[in-house]
């Protein structure tokens, strides 16, 4: 059963938009028809079959959505709207930066608390019988990358805005939109269509549309309602990497031979024996591992033609190297990744944690704010909180060691209450009253008190220096 069979099967006929028929060759009136941008792009899955066919495309996608796809996910009762709203504010990529570290875990941990048994917490761990959330973020992400867009469809059994049953996420050429004729920004409702023609309806509170920004502005197409394609700003690239490929195919296939060595003499036509006999002597004398590095002689007035790598040939490699990188730009991927030649474990490490900052950290704010803005608010939670689902980076091997050397020094904050540092360190508050007062270290004192200390020719100690102040 395919992904259209399982959506008509669990979606009811309680419609707010008017109903396309399965066929029907135009939309209902109110409505205009608007195809996603480069349609016939898309109708040919050119950025799809860039992913199928091109090695470097195929490298960068598969690694950004298996990556962004291994941040757990959770969901959380706001418990102090306040410190939640400080937290909610921080900038995502000044979150693994020294004190911001420390802040951020604290105003987190003092804010919310995890909720392990609940209806949206069940959904966010299996949305759909067929994938588990981590499978579901990675194709989710993955559209994003290749089509500019990730659609996730919430099934709500056909109440618009209900409780989502489950969770699927709808390959973006599948998607189309519907919006009124005048209206340049608003959309209305969506549908989902196979092999071109309408199946089924979509309303628009029930379809997560995450997606880039597009400044094409197009009175007639629409494309600004869809998201723009990174692979749109690599169509020279895609084309060079075309003629590249082509180019060393062609030369690899010349390599089975260095050159061709001809007879000056020789007549212009030849017997296949008389061929044979000439392969067998230069065989013999020239090619035979036992005349590695010697200088063969062969007897009579000889030509040879090179099929030797050129320069230009060099340049065709450095050129498939450049381009990499520029695909590499393009994604917001730091090119040493996929530089094995230049690669340590020391510039690797910094650049994993660069990409984690930089690029996935902004994108999964940016889901973050979509699912607490259309999926959260259909849920309800104990105690009269509000839920909010948030993304844990902590649990990356590569923000360890920043944890590691974020506890050794929270130890010393004085400046914390016991509450504030054991937030910091991931753990549950205390109850005790003692845990939200600030301890000084003994031995300490107010500067004001060094008005007191004199040494003994009854000189103030705010007038000496260090080792003056008895």
Not at 43 to 62: C, D, M, P, V, W
Not at 87 to 96: D, E, I, S, V
Not at 183 to 207: A, E, N, R, S
Request: proline share 5%; net charge neutral.
């Amino acid at each position: 059963m395919g992904i259209i069979d399982r959506l008509k099967d669990r979606f009811a006929q309680k419609q707010m938009i008017p109903t396309i028929p399965v066929g029907a060759d135009r939309m209902p009136e109110r409505y205009q028809y608007r195809p996603r941008m480069y349609q016939q792009d898309l109708l040919n899955y050119r950025y799809a079959k860039s992913y199928n066919t091109h090695e470097g495309i195929y490298s960068i996608i598969s690694m950004l959505a298996q990556k962004f796809a291994s941040f757990p996910l959770y969901v959380y009762e706001i418990k102090d709207l306040q410190k939640f709203q400080q937290y909610k504010a921080m900038h995502p990529g000044n979150a693994l930066s020294g004190s911001n570290l420390e802040r951020s875990l604290m105003l987190k941990n003092l804010s919310m608390e995890i909720v392990v048994e609940n209806d949206l917490s069940r959904l966010i761990e299996t949305p759909n019988e067929y994938q588990s959330m981590t499978e579901l973020l990675e194709n989710y992400y993955g559209y994003k990358l290749i089509f500019g867009e990730g659609d996730l469809y919430l099934n709500t059994g056909g109440i618009a805005g209900g409780r989502p049953l489950e969770m699927q996420v709808v390959p973006p050429p599948m998607l189309g939109i519907l919006s009124k004729a005048q209206d340049l920004f608003g959309i209305d409702g969506y549908y989902i269509k196979q092999g071109g023609i309408p199946v089924l309806m979509v309303d628009k509170k029930d379809m997560i549309m995450w997606k880039y920004f597009n400044p094409v502005v197009d009175e007639v197409e629409y494309m600004h309602l869809r998201g723009l394609s990174p692979l749109t700003a690599a169509v020279n690239i895609l084309e060079n990497s075309q003629y590249a490929q082509k180019a060393s195919g062609g030369m690899y296939k010349n390599n089975g031979a260095k050159g061709a060595l001809f007879g000056k003499a020789m007549p212009r036509t030849m017997s296949r024996e008389q061929i044979n006999s000439v392969m067998l002597d230069i065989n013999e004398r020239i090619n035979n591992n036992s005349q590695k590095g010697a200088i063969a002689a062969l007897a009579g007035d000889w030509g040879y033609h090179n099929f030797g790598m050129s320069s230009i040939d060099m340049q065709l490699l450095d050129a498939q190297r450049l381009n990499l990188q520029r695909l590499c730009n393009i994604y917001g991927v730091p090119t040493v990744l996929f530089d094995a030649e230049h690669t340590t474990y020391n510039n690797y490490e910094s650049a994993i944690k660069q990409l984690i900052v930089n690029k996935l950290l902004p994108e999964w704010k940016s889901l973050r704010d979509l699912l607490n803005r259309q999926l959260t608010p259909r849920f309800q939670a104990t105690r009269g909180r509000k839920l909010y689902i948030d993304f844990d980076y902590t649990e990356l091997p590569e923000i360890q060691k920043d944890l590691k050397d974020l506890n050794d020094s929270v130890r010393d904050a004085h400046w914390l209450t016991y509450n504030e540092r054991r937030a910091v360190l991931r753990y549950g508050a205390r109850p005790e009253p003692e845990m939200n007062q600030i301890f000084i270290p003994n031995g300490f004192m107010p500067i004001t008190d060094m008005q007191s200390i004199t040494n003994s020719n009854g000189q103030s100690a705010l007038g000496l220096s260090d080792d003056q102040i008895p």
